[in-house]
């Protein structure tokens, strides 16, 4: 069952037990997944890493007296979990019983053997008494099913995957999205049944001082946004259970546990807002042990006169922050829809059993990448000691950071990391990208457990991006498909500009924390707030940070042609595609840092005031809005792919040399990609935008040759989308020739009338704003009167629409949605000039008479107002008189191939 392997030279004699002189344990953190494995196979043959490939076994590394060399030691899960919690000599008396079994030694193998019986044998009893609860509301981190993300979350979905391929997942239950749209009293059921389940992975009991369950509660949406939704971490720690702590881990220990306790329910209870610093890293804030004491005593009176009852009852102080979670997601809800891409998302809640990364000076929370994450070379850990783990993801202290190549080289500092990191490469085949792994060590006497916390798609610099994809790609563990999703538009724009260097961010003014866009990214421009002198300073060569409250659908050109964007609001649906689509830099919610705009001046907290034309600077990294420009290094690649002389040192020209054949391989692709490569509209959106903008012939047929072999899906995918994404799709729909113009229509139209699908249902007004573009003649002789009338409707919808974003901006409609898009879009006012976007359809001679009978029956009052507007004289939607005006319409009836219509023609 075990097996030693040699490192050095060991030898063993009968004085074994006088020589080893030290010794060090690494495996990975246990759970119940793991655990009812290997007792229900103890002293089976079986391969884990068949059903448990994230499984890796634990070493021990001793040390010989005389010997120069260690020895390895690779044991068993059950002795790996009771040697962790061994104090000193008994643990070296078991370490000694190991090494003899090896040898034969009856003895040991005899005591071995009862206690990993004993260890067996309480497992089976407390898993015979259990029955864990799993259902709608709640679902147990040893589940065997599949959920949906929109049901478990993006962070739920992917701990469970985990749990189940036998990955250091600690132990956790869900609470799913559907309990939270119970009412209070009816959730109160599903977390006693989360509690529950929990208690009974674990073996621990809430409240309990001897054997307490101390739990973080992680807010998780179906999308992974790192740092927005609220954590809690030490659930479960009252005045009882803290002092039970200290019996087990030491007052040292329990006070850092309980000082995080308490500094997370005072920042809740007072909203943050206080003279007392509630947000400190634990580094920081404590200090001296008199100093965490004397905050822990702070902290504890002035919760107990506030709500004293969650110092004592620990279910009550785990209500206090489920309800905490909802205030959140309640009080953000712009914010949340903003970064869901107009999506309606509930939370799901994931309450998962605490990792002591403060337990000794080895213990530590951290974040391990299979790639590094600015030059996609070798792997790196962030990292900091004793504290933690929200201190790192908030960014409340600066990591440290360490880059390695060969896990020898980590061994020491991070021998946890040591252990996992041969499973790395496993999670990049689960992910098909680079991977980010938030993980927990937790030590005690140079014994070392490594647990994930999280897992998901690397966010890297543009060279990392570049160089990782191609890598994955030629290693055939990602398609051509993959490669074009994972490297976007802002890593090619950081490719190739010129870079700011990070020594000077230590030079420049903070004036905003903000909500950060795209990852990595970093850029100085001039500050504007008239679109109009954006676009003017632009066209003058200036790099320009446009900003305003809100954004509306009518901003997306000038988006796309500036440098960074600051958004007030956090509703910012706009601006997030925009970012996304065209590698724009970002921060929104300025206004939740007391930012307020007024007369073309950003004024901050402080009274520090931007004006137009002032420099910024923005890191999204940070999350920071600084005042002043940074300094540039100069963008050198584009000249290097020229084939330019360059003056280059052998470390840069080394990376140059990757970077280029990199960057040759991914244009090969792009080139040799075929339409039937491409499966999700999302993808093909982003190939067209990013890669073959500038071959408009090639993405003609590239879009129609998909379209022919995806239209059913593309009609789906239509009616699926969402606010913010019409200018993508519009340039997509702009590539179909008409006669897929027409079969997408009547493919549409019917499916929207079964469905009673319009304006918002279908497709967050996407018909509408196909149909307000020109089309010819032969369009509208192809559709029915029907059809005609249905697309009218929608294009009236959308101007509506399009008025009311104006009018009230996006934080309006994201709050009453329901009843301003679907009975309060009001009235707009119709001209001539609405006719004028539709005069192909006058040229058409169309059956005016049934038209407009068709409209009257169910179709919005402006429609039939736009309609009698179309059917008037041409000499009244057009002055004959004024080329200008005529000329126009002239134009049409040229490309049309038919005569000008005489001016009294109708």
């Not at 902290?299 to 107990?304: M, P, V």
């Not at 300025?590 to 073309?600: G, M």
């Not at 584009?638 to 470390?651: C, I, N």
């Not at 249905?790 to 934080?811: A, H, P, R, S, T």
């Amino acid at each position: 069952m075990y097996r030693t392997k040699d490192v050095g030279h060991c030898k063993h004699n009968s004085r074994m037990k006088s020589e080893i002189t030290d010794f060090a344990l690494r495996a990975n953190y246990p759970n119940y997944r793991c655990t009812n494995y290997f007792c229900d196979n103890f002293g089976k043959t079986t391969d884990a890493s068949a059903e448990l490939p994230g499984y890796g076994p634990p070493e021990i590394e001793y040390h010989v007296a005389g010997q120069k060399s260690p020895c390895l030691l690779v044991t068993g899960y059950i002795d790996a979990h009771l040697l962790f919690n061994m104090p000193g000599k008994e643990g070296r008396q078991y370490l000694m019983h190991l090494i003899r079994e090896q040898e034969g030694n009856r003895k040991s193998i005899d005591y071995l053997e009862a206690g990993r019986q004993a260890y067996r044998g309480n497992f089976r009893r407390m898993k015979m008494s259990m029955g864990l609860i799993e259902n709608k509301f709640v679902v147990p981190s040893v589940t065997t099913k599949q959920y949906s993300v929109k049901f478990v979350s993006h962070k739920g979905a992917n701990l469970i995957g985990l749990t189940q391929e036998g990955f250091p997942v600690p132990d956790f239950c869900i609470l799913t999205t559907k309990s939270y749209k119970l009412s209070p009293p009816k959730r109160q059921k599903h977390l006693i049944s989360a509690i529950y389940n929990l208690e009974l992975l674990t073996s621990d009991r809430l409240g309990n001082p001897e054997n307490p369950l101390i739990f973080a509660v992680r807010c998780a949406l179906p999308e992974y946004l790192p740092g927005l939704m609220p954590t809690y971490l030490n659930v479960g720690v009252t005045d009882e259970v803290f002092h039970g702590l200290k019996k087990i881990y030491g007052d040292v220990v329990a006070e850092k546990i309980y000082y995080n306790n308490l500094k997370t329910i005072f920042s809740v209870l007072c909203n943050g807002n206080d003279h007392c610093n509630a947000t400190a890293p634990l580094h920081e804030a404590a200090g001296t042990r008199e100093s965490l004491r004397d905050k822990i005593g702070y902290y504890h009176q002035k919760i107990s006169e506030k709500e004293p009852a969650i110092l004592t009852d620990a279910f009550y102080q785990f209500s206090f922050f489920v309800k905490a979670a909802a205030s959140f997601y309640a009080d953000n809800q712009d914010l949340i829809y903003t970064f869901q891409k107009g999506e309606r998302a509930r939370p799901a809640l994931i309450l998962q059993k605490m990792v002591w990364t403060v337990r000794d000076d080895d213990s530590h929370p951290g974040v391990l990448y299979s790639r590094h994450s600015r030059t996609g070379l070798g792997m790196q850990i962030e990292s900091f000691n004793n504290i933690f783990g929200e201190d790192i993801m908030t960014g409340l202290i600066k990591t440290e950071d360490t880059e390695f190549f060969h896990r020898d080289t980590i061994k020491e500092q991070f021998p946890g990391v040591y252990h996992f990191s041969p499973y790395a490469h496993l999670l990049e085949k689960k992910l098909k990208s680079a991977a980010t792994v938030e993980f927990a060590v937790e030590s005690s006497e140079k014994k070392h457990l490594f647990a994930i916390l999280q897992l998901d798609n690397s966010e890297m610099t543009g060279r990392a991006t570049l160089l990782s994809t191609i890598d994955l790609y030629q290693n055939k563990i990602i398609n051509k498909e993959r490669v074009v999703k994972l490297i976007m538009p802002y890593h090619l724009r950081q490719i190739f500009s010129e870079r700011i260097d990070d020594d000077s961010f230590n030079k420049l003014q903070f004036f905003s924390h903000g909500i950060s866009i795209l990852p990595r990214t970093a850029v100085s421009a001039r500050l504007f707030f008239s679109s109009a002198r954006a676009i003017e300073a632009k066209r003058g060569g200036d790099r320009i940070c446009y900003c305003k409250s809100t954004y509306c659908p009518t901003d997306r050109m000038v988006m796309s042609e500036v440098d960074a964007i600051l958004s007030l609001t956090p509703a910012a649906i706009h601006v997030v595609t925009a970012c996304l689509g065209y590698g724009i830099p970002a921060l929104i919610n300025l206004e939740n840092n007391n930012i307020v705009l007024r007369d073309n001046t950003l004024i901050n907290e402080q009274g520090h005031v931007l004006r137009e034309g002032d420099w910024i600077t923005i890191s999204s990294k940070q999350r920071t809005l600084f005042a002043g420009k940074a300094t540039f290094k100069a963008a050198r690649f584009q000249k290097y792919l020229e084939g330019q002389k360059l003056e280059l040192e052998a470390k840069e020209e080394k990376v140059f040399i990757n970077m280029s054949k990199a960057y040759k391989a991914y244009q090969a692709i792009v080139d040799s990609i075929e339409y039937g490569e491409i499966t999700k509209l999302s993808d093909l959106t982003r190939l067209i935008r990013n890669d073959l903008d500038k071959k408009p012939e090639k993405a003609q047929k590239f879009v129609n040759a998909w379209f022919d072999s995806h239209t059913t899906y593309y009609v789906q995918q239509i009616l699926k989308s969402q606010l913010g994404t019409h200018l993508e799709q519009h340039n997509l729909y702009n590539l179909l020739t008409i006669s897929r113009r027409i079969l997408f229509f009547k493919t549409i139209i019917p499916i929207c009338r079964r469905q009673y699908l319009q304006g918002y249902s279908a497709g967050a007004f996407m018909i509408g704003r196909f149909i307000c573009q020109h089309h010819p003649v032969e369009f509208w002789k192809a559709l029915t009167l029907n059809e005609i009338v249905f697309l009218l409707n929608e294009y009236i919808l959308f101007e509506k629409y399009l008025q009311v974003l104006n009018d009230f901006g996006e934080k309006h409609i994201n709050r009453a949605r329901s009843e301003i898009l679907s009975m309060g879009l009001g009235q707009i006012s119709m001209t001539e000039n609405n006719a004028v976007a539709f005069i192909a359809l006058k040229l058409a001679n169309v059956d005016w008479t049934s038209l407009a009978a068709i409209a009257d029956n169910g179709t919005d009052q402006e429609t039939r107002l736009l309609i009698r507007l179309i059917k008037l004289p041409y000499g009244v939607l057009f002055n004959y008189d004024q080329p200008w005006s005529v000329g126009v319409l002239e134009e049409i009836c040229r490309q049309e191939q038919l005569p000008l219509p005489d001016r009294d023609a109708v």
